[in-house]
Nanobody, 126 residues
């Protein structure tokens, strides 16, 4: 059973940066494709970023492209989301997600992910 634990959320002013971390356990990191999603109050969960199991391919939501970067360290079983130039509209609970796969495909649909963390709150003040 894969377990995911996020950390690194907090309160930051607009224009600031945060790095979210996701510790994975119970699985083989090299066979996990990873994603980050977020959910703001009163809104549906939305895709933020995803990375293939190899780490060679990434995909980003248009709203974060150029500001956020997803990365992974399979040796440490960690996935990261570096968030720069944060905006108040980035305020949400951020979730790390994983799916076991042997393909190089990237999934942007949350329904394709079997494992989820508990979420970490990111609040960006204006």
């Amino acid at each position: 059973q894969v377990q995911l634990v996020e950390s690194g959320g907090g309160l930051v002013q607009a224009g600031g940066s945060l790095r979210l971390s996701c510790a994975t356990s119970g699985g083989t990191g090299g066979n996990l494709a990873m994603g980050w999603f977020r959910q703001a109050p009163g809104k549906d969960r939305e895709f933020v970023a995803a990375m293939s199991r190899s780490g060679f391919s990434t995909n980003y939501a248009d709203s974060v492209k150029g500001r956020f970067t997803i990365s992974r360290d399979n040796a440490k079983n960690m996935v990261y989301l570096q968030m720069n130039s944060l905006k108040p509209e980035d305020t949400a609970v951020y979730y790390c997600a994983a799916r076991g796969t042997l393909s190089s495909a990237i999934a942007i649909d949350g329904g394709q992910y079997a494992y989820w963390g508990q979420g970490t709150q990111v609040t960006v003040s204006s």
